[in-house]
């Protein structure tokens, strides 16, 4: 087959993993080419995501040796989601046929690489890498990630339950994707959103090959909040909601009380105590307002997603 596949791996100080993960997807990419499955143009393309160790050293050496390894290094860490689509959109310039986002520390099974061409021959445009278990995730990882899954599903958010990042895009899915305009970036929640015939391969998700994760909690909360305000206005609707609760709430304590309870109902640590109350809920409210109102300012902006600073394509 003379489809030219691109890894497109983002990485952000992952230098214990690097070298490990240079010689798997090299040896899967030597396996496909082998049975014919992809050209032998294809490629791992490194998005170096302003990391602070040696990893762009890594990938230079590597590109200097291995004629699979391609690489741009970001201006500043920008993080996961940018970074993925610098390199899916850099993918898309070189004209690849098919790409494949994975993660550089191997927790995603490579092997399902192989299945996920398969498929893409079979005719799908996207296939979405699901995991079957999370056997090796802590349990608080795991809970927390499948109680967002299903709160994404009550937003009427449409998510594919336990895919992440690692996904299979056609050209033409590709380049649907390269027409999304928006800087808070949600590819989970993005892609289905494009359609095309797609399918599902399920891998084990495995422990960390080295290093520690590199999502820390402000980077999660980032992607989770994105996550429901990219694709729901259902937190919105519900301040209305709950105005009327609130309204028929007043109504009724105002008719009932002083004629149950009589003036004991103007007791001061009550009235305190409903002052706190419904000030913490207006304050919520204007908060869920105020995430919407943010992300419209800096949507309106336009700014530039990332910046490139070197791209080894370049420097040949
Ligand atoms: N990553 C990145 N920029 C960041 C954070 C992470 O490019 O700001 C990369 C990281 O190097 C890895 C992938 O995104 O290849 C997923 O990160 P990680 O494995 O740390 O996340 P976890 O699996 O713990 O959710
Ligand atoms: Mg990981």
């Given amino acids: 087959m003379n489809e030219v596949l691109y890894l497109v791996v983002p990485a952000f100080n992952e230098k214990e993993v690097l070298d490990d993960c240079i010689k798997t997807l090299t040896n899967i990419l030597d396996k496909m080419i082998s049975e014919s499955l992809v050209s032998s143009e294809s490629k791992i393309l490194f998005v170096d995501d302003g990391s602070k160790d040696n ?21 500043r860490n ?8 610098a390199g899916l959109f850099k993918a898309f310039d070189d004209n690849a046929d098919i ?20 498929e893409y021959h079979k005719g799908f445009d996207v296939v979405y890498g699901v995991r079957s278990s999370r056997k090796k995730d802590s349990f608080l990882k795991k809970f927390t990630a499948e109680a967002y899954y299903k709160f994404l599903k009550l937003m009427g958010v449409e998510l594919i339950f336990n895919h992440a990042d690692f996904r299979l895009l056609s050209k033409k899915a590709l380049k649907c994707l390269r027409m999304y305009d928006e800087r808070n970036l949600f590819l989970r929640g993005i892609i289905p959103q494009i359609g095309f015939n797609s399918t599902k391969v399920y891998y084990e998700r495995l422990e960390r090959k080295a290093g ?41 304590s105002l008719i009932f009380c002083p004629i149950f309870v009589g003036f004991r109902y103007f007791d001061l640590s009550i009235i305190i105590s409903v002052i706190v109350f419904v000030t913490g809920v207006l304050l919520y409210c204007l908060g869920t307002i105020g995430n ?3 992300k419209n300012y800096i949507e309106t902006k336009r700014r530039p997603l990332y910046f490139i600073k070197e791209d080894l394509d370049e420097e040949k």
Avoid: C, R
């Fill in 55 to 75: 990893t762009w050293q890594i990938i230079k050496d590597a590109n200097k040796e291995n004629k699979y390894v391609k690489g741009i290094s970001l201006s």
């Fill in 78 to 85: 920008e993080g996961h989601q940018k970074a993925l689509v």
């Fill in 99 to 118: 790409s494949i986002s994975i993660d550089a520390d191997l927790q995603d099974d490579p092997n399902a690489i192989i299945e996920m061409v398969k």
């Fill in 212 to 252: 520690k994760s590199k999502y820390n909690l402000k980077k999660m909360f980032t992607l989770a909040n994105d996550g429901i305000t990219s694709f729901s206005l259902k937190p919105l609707q519900f301040i209305k909601f709950l105005s009327y609760i609130f309204l028929l709430g007043g109504l009724l």
């Fill in 292 to 294: 919407y109102l943010g």
